[in-house]
């Protein structure tokens, strides 16, 4: 089946972001359900930190052990211990690390299912009025940055996080006043680290929103490329496009910005608390206070104290971004769903109904206004009207895209909008010069309408649309669609959508001009096609051209949003209105 995909982006259309309390419940959700993992990454991290602690420890030892006069073989044995610590520390490493993936890639799944679960369930006219390219952004890179975050950053900062507060414990351990001091000479480190988080969140929504925008833009001009090179446009979409870029451009350079000043700052505070320890740590070797071995322990903690802190700064930008990525990808979870509350009853026969309808888009006036309309089964009814008039908009309610927001469309009596998709699709189609295929094979792309269908069932729905090109393919219905595989020209795709609406079978067809966009050659097949689709159902068309209008058993016409006129052409003709005028002055051009 096909759909119109309108866009009409805008800030009251944008796609919901979730708060962040909302993306710390769903990131607790997500460790609840690998808790046993989540603990055990926690627990190998303990060892292989209190691992990592014994080597300044012995190496301040040696230092102690030859000052008093210690030999060799005191020397070799704590060096060979220092060996042992260390391929602990690296075993025990690897294998958090390890486990921390298998978490990662287990939550990042359970991500990626719901997000598309998400995405299915959102009404079709919510997400069309946000953009594709807002959605497919955030199914893509957001979901690739939460990935990220979940399966290398958040493991890492975990791992180094706890390394870092068993150093600093062992410092104090080896003296509470160099510990105190080393600890002071830290706060550059907290001060660059805040300065960041203050300013790198609504860095990254912007950046975030601006990577949305380039591709709705470049999704909007890629789809109209027929429409705009036949109105000339293309200078105007040129500067547009350039315009988007150099907004996500400045996004990009803010957040380099950042990271730059984050990075710098905490190269240098590194150094600070080592410098503070060795010159204190002089002093009271002076005064007997403390041993070499001791201040030797201390200043090499604390330079080891810079591997796991960096690691875990460094990780702070991913975290960061991850954490505005998701909350991007959980705003979803904000959209209302088409399959909450108990189900609809199955209507009672196929006559269509429009009473009292009122719709308006967001941040609008009134589209369609007080419409009543009864389609009666099998008829074939044309929507006219001047640009603008609510045609299409009725459609979309006629095909349950929309809702009223007074009022009520029905089929056997049943609102529209409650019929879940699959049940929907049983009824009603909306049929439009768009189409959609996927990626897959032509067995998959048919099976969207009919999952149960069998081979026989998918070839006579092409057969019946002429796509005679099916034996033509190297692997038949198993030949793969897309970039890598069969690539299909305009006509075959528009007759493999339409094959899609012969296996959902609906009784009516909501036509909004599906030929209008296409080059003779290919409306001329599709039209073709058509004719066997439409065969015995009821037929709703959007008439652009009056000829539809002229076959159809009744024309129902629409101004500022109101039906003035229903019945049939020469009805219609003899009653000398706005049908009759716009009639003949279709026909006299003509003619002419």
């Given at each position: ?199 790198a969140e609504s860095a990254y929504h912007e950046e975030g929103t601006a990577n949305s925008d380039l591709a709705e833009e470049l999704a909007a001009t890629a789809t109209g490329s ?63 206070t403390v041993t070499l071995g001791a201040v030797v322990a201390a200043a090499l903690y604390l330079r080891q104290l810079a591997q796991p802190l960096d690691a875990v700064l460094m ?278």
């Amino acid at each position: 089946m096909t759909t119109g995909t309108g866009t009409g982006t805008g800030p009251g259309n944008a796609l919901p972001v979730a708060t962040g309390a909302a993306v710390r419940r769903a990131a607790l959700r997500l460790i609840r359900l690998e808790r046993r993992a989540f603990l055990t990454i926690l627990a190998v991290n303990a060892l292989a930190a209190a691992a990592a602690l014994a080597a300044p420890w012995i190496v301040g030892r040696i230092v102690d052990e030859v000052r008093d006069g210690a030999g060799t073989g005191t020397v070799d044995r704590l060096a060979l211990a220092i060996v042992g610590f260390a391929l602990a520390q690296l075993l025990l490493t690897r294998w958090a690390r390890y486990t921390g993936h298998r978490f990662g890639e287990r939550s990042i799944a359970r991500v990626r299912e719901e997000y598309a679960e998400r995405a299915l369930a959102a009404p079709a006219s919510v997400v069309e009025r946000a953009g594709t390219g807002d959605l497919t952004a955030r199914g893509t890179t957001d979901v690739a940055t939460v990935g990220t975050g979940l399966r290398d950053a958040l493991p890492d900062v975990l791992v180094n996080t706890v390394q870092s507060l068993f150093l600093v414990a062992a410092v104090f351990a080896v003296d509470p006043l160099l510990g105190t001091v080393g600890l002071i000479g830290l706060i550059g480190v907290w001060l660059v680290t805040r300065w960041y988080l203050r300013r790198a969140e609504s860095a990254y929504h912007e950046e975030g929103t601006a990577n949305s925008d380039l591709a709705e833009e470049l999704a909007a001009t890629a789809t109209g490329s027929r429409t705009v090179e036949a109105l000339g446009l293309q200078q105007r979409r040129i500067d547009a496009a350039e315009t988007v870029v150099r907004h996500c451009l400045r996004t990009r350079l803010r957040t380099l910005h950042l990271r730059s000043v984050l990075y710098t700052g905490i190269d240098i505070s590194y150094l600070l608390p080592v410098a503070a320890v060795v010159l204190l740590g002089s002093a009271l070797i002076d005064r007997g206070t403390v041993t070499l071995g001791a201040v030797v322990a201390a200043a090499l903690y604390l330079r080891q104290l810079a591997q796991p802190l960096d690691a875990v700064l460094m990780r702070v930008e991913q975290l960061q971004s991850a954490k505005v990525a998701f909350a991007r990808v959980e705003g979803l979870g904000l959209l209302p769903r088409t399959d909450t509350g108990p189900p609809a009853p199955e209507p009672d026969g196929e006559r269509i109904e429009i009473r009292d309808a009122h719709f308006a888009y967001d941040g609008g006036g009134d589209v369609v206004r007080g419409v009543e309309l009864t389609v009666r089964p099998g008829e074939q009814l044309a929507l006219v009207g001047p640009s603008g008039a609510g045609k299409t908009t009725l459609g979309r309610l006629l095909a349950g895209l929309d809702t009223p927001h007074t009022g009520s469309v029905t089929v056997g009596g049943v609102p529209v909008a409650a019929l879940d998709p699959a049940r929907l699709r049983r009824h009603i189609a909306l049929v439009t010069q768009e189409h959609h295929i996927f990626l897959g094979t032509v067995r998959d792309n048919l099976r969207i309408a009919a999952p149960d269908a069998d081979d026989t069932a998918l070839r006579a729905a092409l057969a019946a649309v002429g796509a005679d090109w099916l034996t033509e393919l190297p692997a038949g219905l198993d030949t793969g669609i897309g970039v890598d595989g069969h690539v299909l020209d305009g006509a075959q795709s528009q007759q493999l959508a339409l094959a899609r609406v012969v296996l959902a079978d609906p009784h009516t067809l909501v036509l909004d001009e599906a030929t209008a966009l296409l080059d003779p050659r290919t409306a001329r097949h599709t039209e073709r096609a058509l004719a066997a689709v439409l065969a015995g159902r009821t037929v709703i068309a959007v008439a652009h051209r009056l000829q539809t209008a002229h076959d159809a058993d009744r024309v129902a016409v629409m101004e500022d949003g109101r039906l003035t006129e229903l019945g049939t052409h020469d009805e219609l003709v003899a009653a000398g209105g706005a049908y009759a005028a716009l009639w003949h002055s279709w026909h006299g051009g003509e003619s002419g």
